[in-house]
């Protein structure tokens, strides 16, 4: 697979788990912090926010395409 289509489908895939992991987030903050002080939904929303990261290392490593022997 050329390294221009692994991009399209990373980019593609990036945009979708960007989107999923957001809604996820904002819905499990609904159920969490219905009625809790506002200081630990802030730490929350910034851990919830910054979480996509770590799922998306290896996509972004995918699309890099396979690495040289040298």
Same mark, same amino acid.
Do not use: D, E
């Given at each position: &697979? ?8 990373? %980019? /593609? ?5 960007? %989107?999923?992991?957001?809604?996820? $987030? &904002? =819905? $499990? ?9 506002? =200081? $630990? %939904?802030? /730490?929350?929303?910034?851990? %919830?926010? *910054?979480?996509? =990261?770590?799922?998306? *290392?290896?996509? /972004?490593?995918? &699309?890099?395409?396979?690495?040289? $022997?040298?």
């Amino acid at each position: &697979m050329s390294i221009r289509t692994r991009k399209l489908i990373g %980019a /593609i895939l990036l945009l979708l788990l960007v %989107a999923v992991w957001a809604l996820l $987030a &904002m =819905v $499990a903050a609904q159920f969490v912090f219905s009625s809790t002080n506002s =200081v $630990a %939904a802030w /730490i929350y929303y910034v851990v %919830a926010g *910054m979480g996509w =990261v770590l799922p998306a *290392m290896p996509l /972004i490593r995918w &699309m890099s395409g396979p690495k040289s $022997a040298g």
